[in-house]
């Protein structure tokens, strides 16, 4: 029988739990690589992808060329064709274009880089500090588990 | 996804209004997704520069809502039998502000997957850029110290009396 505050077995209520989270992360490394989600689709099956528009948000500039530059988001590296003023490595950038199967490559036609994502960061880093903060003001850890203080 | 700072001070800013126990709960609540979906990359890619290891992705869709029940669930498990439910909730609650606020930004169609796994399709509000909580972060860090700062000196005075009241020995 369950008792009164749920969670009869704790202990299998959290095996289900994080067996499921892992089982979603496992799905999203499959969705990853079979180009379901992520970026890695035109790569995959470059002739079903050419001529089709294709928008990239928040992408890493890996490597920067004359003509051409590389974008990276998670494991992947795309090559895009298009003017490289105003990109510095490490820079994330949201952009659009064509992708073309014979280059293996998206021909750009738009692109804007993505400003703030160092203060971003920083504000993260800032974000987890305050949270290590406030965390002990509000728990305490007894012998039947976490209390809520107050 | 908006920043940290932001997601912590949708939360905070109003918590000092109330007198919620919990609310810590809902502040880690609002942190989650990012803590989960986030931060393990990348701390593996820091550590994939001193030693060579296997590239995971996926992570990313840890941030979506039933992965994030699933959490819930299973750091709500870890209290003390009487305080399992309200954990629950408040982590829910906090979790649900943390969506709430990354489903308003425009990634150019690349949303935020709100039924994964059930379904892979993604969605997004658009109604913000991507970048502008950055901007607003400052101001709401300010404002949510000012408003912490006014409930703890109003609580203080309210204490004060009680303290000061002469002994009736």
């Given at each position: 029988?369950?008792?009164?505050e749920?969670f009869?077995?704790?202990?299998f209520?959290?095996?289900?739990a ?7 992360l ?18 995959l099956d470059?002739q ?27 494991a ?29 490559s ?5 692109r ?10 920083r504000?993260g ?21 976490w209390?809520i203080?107050? | ?7 912590l001070c949708v ?62 669930v299973?750091l709500a498990?870890?209290f003390?039998?009487?305080d399992r ?9 906090g979790v ?14 690349w ?7 059930l379904?892979?399709g993604?969605?997004e ?9 950055v901007?607003?972060?400052p101001?709401l ?28 020995d």
């Open positions: 029988m369950h008792s009164a749920g009869g077995r704790p202990w209520v959290r095996i289900c994080l067996g499921f989270m892992g089982l979603c496992g799905l999203g490394a499959w969705g990853n690589a079979t180009g379901r989600v992520g970026i890695a689709g035109p790569l470059p079903a992808w050419d001529g089709r528009e294709l928008t990239l948000s928040l992408v890493e500039v890996r490597a920067i060329e004359a003509d051409s530059f590389e974008v990276r988001k998670g992947v590296t795309l090559r895009v064709m298009g003017p490289t003023t105003g990109l510095e490595v490490g820079r994330e950038v949201d952009l659009g274009g064509t992708w073309r199967a014979d280059t293996l998206l021909q750009q036609e738009w804007t880089v993505a400003e703030g994502r160092a203060t971003k960061r504000l880093g800032f974000g987890l500090v305050l949270l290590l903060v406030v965390l002990p003001l509000g728990l305490r850890w007894t012998e039947r588990g209390v203080r107050g | 996804m908006a920043d940290l700072v932001t997601h939360v905070l800013l109003p918590g000092a209004l109330v007198r919620a126990r919990g609310l810590v709960l809902v502040a880690l609540g609002a942190t989650l997704p990012d803590l989960t979906a986030r931060v393990p990359p990348i701390v593996l890619e820091s550590v994939g520069q001193l030693v060579e290891l296997p590239e995971l992705q996926g992570w990313s869709m840890l941030h979506e809502p039933l992965p994030q029940v699933a959490l819930c299973a498990s870890t003390a039998p009487e439910r309200r954990a629950l909730v408040c982590l829910l609650l649900a502000t943390h969506i709430g606020l990354d489903v308003l930004q425009d990634h150019h169609g949303g935020y997957a709100l039924a994964f796994p379904h892979w993604v969605y509000l658009g109604w913000i850029g991507s970048q502008a909580t901007d607003w972060a101001w860090a300010a404002a949510t110290g000012l408003a912490w700062l006014v409930r703890l000196r109003s609580s203080l005075q309210g204490r004060a009396p009680a303290a000061s009241e002469p002994s009736r």
